[in-house]
């Protein structure tokens, strides 16, 4: 199975002594179903500063894997109650940042559903940011009933 979704994300990252940083994005992607796992994919436009890349996100029972290809590249996977460490690259550089997941949700079936991943940034050792991302994923207006 595999579909045309309107995707709509809402991110926020918050860091010590800062105000929280949100961002809120609607586009379109794909949505692809493969056993019991779903990829969900868009490409990043100039509006997130990641023009240029292809953002998946593959989806399991136990774990969400975010992968960023293209003018960024990075991994990052998420898994309740685990330490996961990933490459982050930066227009600085690479560096190696820990994904402490307070939280996963991923409650999705062949017409959409919902994400929610709430998760800390470490850098050393020490929490830098806590994020929480909000994703709703839809059939495309018109997409009903196609299979592709």
Do not use: C, W
Not at 125 to 138: D, E, L, M, P, Y
Request: aromatic share 6%; hydrophobic share 35%; proline share 2%.
């Amino acid at each position: 199975m595999e579909k045309d979704v309107i995707i709509s994300i809402k991110g926020v990252q918050r860091y010590e002594n800062a105000d929280p940083d949100t961002m809120e994005l609607v586009t379109a992607g794909r949505l692809e179903r493969e056993g019991n796992s779903y990829t969900l994919s868009y490409q990043e436009s100039e509006l997130t500063g990641l023009e240029g890349t292809l953002t998946t996100f593959q989806i399991e029972p136990e774990r969400i894997t975010l992968m960023r290809v293209g003018g960024f590249n990075s991994q990052m996977v998420f898994q309740e109650g685990r330490r996961h460490m990933s490459m982050y690259n930066t227009p600085y550089g690479a560096m190696t940042i820990g994904v402490n997941t307070r939280h996963l949700l991923a409650e999705l079936d062949d017409q959409g559903g919902e994400i929610e991943i709430d998760y800390a940034i470490e850098i050393d050792h020490s929490v830098a940011g806590r994020n929480t991302f909000q994703i709703n994923v839809k059939e495309a207006e018109g997409a009903a009933g196609l299979q592709i």
